[in-house]
């Protein structure tokens, strides 16, 4: 929240993405907010979207933190 992201973002695009450091496609996961209250619905709406099994984390399966139940250690 705050200027300093979009112009941190401005950054992202000038910078490693031009320099192919990442893609396109890496700049769809991060959202701007301007305030709490956009933080939230931006939330919401993903959290809405898992509720009802739509595929709207990405990434979550790949880089969640598993447990080991049995040694009680991350894996």
Same mark, same amino acid.
């Given at each position: 929240m705050g200027d300093m992201w979009v112009n941190f973002y401005n950054w992202i695009k000038d910078n490693p993405l031009?320099?192919? !450091? %990442?893609? +396109?496609? @890496? %700049?769809? +996961? /991060?959202? %701007? $907010?301007? @305030?709490?209250? @956009? $933080? !939230?619905?931006? /939330?919401?709406? !993903?959290? *809405? &979207?898992? %509720?009802? &099994? *739509? *595929? /709207?984390?990405? +990434? !979550? +399966?790949k880089y969640r933190i598993k447990i080991n139940k049995d040694l009680k250690k991350w894996i």
């Open positions: 031009k320099k192919k !450091f %990442l893609s +396109n496609k @890496d %700049l769809e +996961n /991060i959202f %701007l $907010a301007s @305030d709490f209250n @956009d $933080a !939230f619905r931006i /939330i919401q709406r !993903f959290h *809405d &979207g898992y %509720l009802k &099994g *739509d *595929d /709207i984390c990405r +990434n !979550f +399966n």
